[in-house]
């Protein structure tokens, strides 16, 4: 039971290893369903889910003969007015890297597409850590990984038998978090 806490663990520690490393998430606007006036995506709902952060890529897809992407106000994500857009975009497959917090109001210029609900609001709450290069561990990397906490682990309760106590606890201690 003790070892199936540990394992619980060290997944625990090495989940939030990988979340605080990875950076540059991609996120596809609507998902699956992508960028699309179809089967009433709620985007505000799909936006309350996810995390955004700086550096952080925003993917519309979409058909572009039937849809486009404009950068808009506050005030014209609100009144759907896409008369004077920062920005647009009509590739079909356009990523977005977010440079800023706060908010960042995308909506689909086509008439009565935004009407429709094809806007979304990206939220921006924090500033992410400085980008590392060893970034974005890829799933093999997470398995091989798993391991190797455990032998660090290991090694301080060998250390306790001739040493002080306290001492290879405060190892235990600093190796697990040094590894989460
Ligand atoms: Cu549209």
């Given at each position: 039971?003790?070892s199936?806490?540990r394992?619980l663990?060290l997944?625990?520690?090495?989940?939030?290893?990988?979340?605080q490393?990875?950076?540059?998430?991609?996120?596809?606007?609507?998902?699956?369903?992508?960028?699309?006036?179809?089967?009433?995506v709620?985007?505000?709902?799909?936006a309350?889910?996810?995390?955004?952060?700086?550096?952080?890529?925003?993917?519309?897809?979409?058909?572009?003969?039937f849809?486009?992407?404009?950068?808009?106000?506050h005030?014209?994500?609100?009144?759907?007015?896409?008369?004077?857009?920062l920005?647009?975009?009509?590739?079909?497959?356009d990523?977005?890297?977010?440079?800023t917090k706060?908010h960042?109001?995308?909506?689909?210029?086509?008439?009565?597409?935004?009407?429709a609900?094809?806007?979304?609001?990206?939220?921006v709450?924090?500033?992410?850590?400085?980008?590392t290069?060893?970034?974005?561990p890829?799933?093999t990397?997470?398995?091989?990984?798993?391991?190797?906490?455990?032998?660090?682990?290991?090694?301080?309760?060998?250390?306790v038998k001739?040493?002080?106590?306290?001492?290879?606890?405060?190892?235990?201690?600093?190796?697990?978090f040094?590894?989460s």
């Amino acid at each position: 039971m003790a070892s199936v806490i540990r394992v619980l663990a060290l997944l625990v520690a090495t989940m939030a290893m990988v979340l605080q490393v990875s950076n540059a998430t991609v996120y596809k606007v609507g998902d699956s369903a992508g960028w699309t006036t179809m089967g009433n995506v709620n985007y505000k709902e799909w936006a309350a889910t996810k995390t955004f952060r700086v550096g952080d890529v925003i993917k519309f897809a979409y058909n572009a003969q039937f849809h486009n992407v404009l950068r808009v106000t506050h005030a014209m994500y609100r009144s759907c007015n896409a008369s004077v857009p920062l920005e647009s975009f009509s590739t079909g497959n356009d990523t977005i890297t977010i440079k800023t917090k706060g908010h960042h109001f995308f909506l689909c210029g086509v008439p009565g597409h935004c009407q429709a609900g094809q806007k979304v609001d990206i939220n921006v709450r924090n500033v992410s850590t400085a980008p590392t290069p060893s970034a974005l561990p890829s799933p093999t990397a997470i398995t091989a990984k798993t391991p190797a906490p455990s032998s660090n682990m290991a090694a301080p309760h060998k250390f306790v038998k001739g040493q002080s106590a306290l001492l290879g606890l405060t190892i235990a201690t600093l190796s697990f978090f040094v590894s989460s």
